[in-house]
T-cell receptor, first 114, second 114 residues
Framework: DADVTQTPRNRITKTGKRIMLECSQT?????MYWYRQDPGLGLRLIYY???????NKGEISDGYSVSRQAQAKFSLSLESAIPNQTALYFC?????????????FGPGTRLTVL | SQELEQSPQSLIVQEGKNLTINCTSS?????LYWYKQKYGEGLIFLMM?????EEKSHEKITAKLDEKKQQSSLHITASQPSHAGIYLC??????????????FGKGTLLTVNP
C-alpha cells in the first residue's frame, strides 16, 4: 500500500466550483506539504504544515486554503476554481532528521478547470 | 530565494549511452535532493547530497555535489528505457530550522530511445 495517497487522481471541474483535494499518509510524519506542478515552472509550494496546529503559506497560496484534520490528513481546497489553477497537484510528507529532510510524494492529482 | 537552474531542459539519448544532468545554484546548497518523476506520476527519491565533494551511486546513477556546494550533477551510465522520465533537483533554503522547504529546479525531461 502507498504511504502517501491522494484523492481524486483526476478531476475536471468548471470555473467557480469549489474543489477539495485530499491527502492521507501512513508514514507517521508531522510535516505535510502541497505543491503544484506546471510545465516549464517546476514544483511550487502552496501550503505546508508542521503539525496539526501549524499551517503556513507557501509561495503561491492565493486562491487556495488548507485544512489539517489530523496528523495523517491534509486537504487542499480551491474555493472558486479558475482555469489557471489547472495543474498537477502533489502532496508530500517529511520527518526531518537533523538537516536531512527527504520529502515523500503522493502520486498526484491532475486537476483541469474549464 | 534560492533558484535552481537545471540543464539541459530536455535530453534524448540512444539506449546504452551515458548522460549527465546538471543542477546549479547561485547560493550554497545545504542539502541537494535528486528525484525522478515518470510522466503524470509522483516523485521518487533518488539521492541526497550534503557535503562538498560528496558522491553517491545507486545502480547506474551517480550524483555528485561540487566542493563549493553550488552545483550538482547526475550521471547515468549505459542508459536504459527505464531511465526515461523527468529528473528534478531540489535543495534546502538553509540549514537547521530552515530545512523545511525544498526549492525545485524546473526539471530535465529524459527520453531514451531503444
Amino acid at each position: 500500500d502507498a504511504d502517501v495517497t491522494q484523492t481524486p487522481r483526476n478531476r475536471i471541474t468548471k470555473t467557480g466550483k469549489r474543489i477539495m483535494l485530499e491527502c492521507s499518509q501512513t508514514k507517521g510524519h508531522d510535516r505535510m506539504y502541497w505543491y503544484r506542478q506546471d510545465p516549464g515552472l517546476g514544483l511550487r509550494l502552496i501550503y505546508y504544515s508542521f503539525d496539526v496546529k501549524d499551517i503556513n503559506k507557501g509561495e503561491i497560496s492565493d486562491g487556495y486554503s488548507v485544512s489539517r484534520q489530523a496528523q495523517a490528513k491534509f486537504s487542499l481546497s480551491l474555493e472558486s476554481a479558475i482555469p489557471n489553477q489547472t495543474a498537477l497537484y502533489f502532496c508530500a510528507t517529511s520527518r526531518p532528521i537533523g538537516s536531512y529532510n527527504e520529502q515523500f510524494f503522493g502520486p498526484g492529482t491532475r486537476l483541469t478547470v474549464l | 530565494s534560492q533558484e535552481l537552474e537545471q540543464s539541459p531542459q530536455s535530453l534524448i539519448v540512444q539506449e546504452g549511452k551515458n548522460l549527465t544532468i546538471n543542477c546549479t545554484s547561485s547560493k550554497t546548497l545545504y542539502g541537494l535532493y535528486w528525484y525522478k518523476q515518470k510522466y503524470g506520476e509522483g516523485l521518487i527519491f533518488l539521492m541526497m547530497l550534503q557535503k562538498g565533494g560528496e558522491e553517491k551511486s545507486h545502480e547506474k546513477i551517480t550524483a555528485k555535489l561540487d566542493e563549493k556546494k553550488q552545483q550538482s550533477s547526475l550521471h547515468i551510465t549505459a542508459s536504459q528505457p527505464s531511465h526515461a522520465g523527468i529528473y528534478l533537483c531540489g535543495a534546502h533554503r538553509g540549514s537547521g530550522g530552515s530545512n523545511y522547504k525544498l526549492t525545485f529546479g524546473k526539471g530535465t525531461l529524459l527520453t531514451v530511445n531503444p
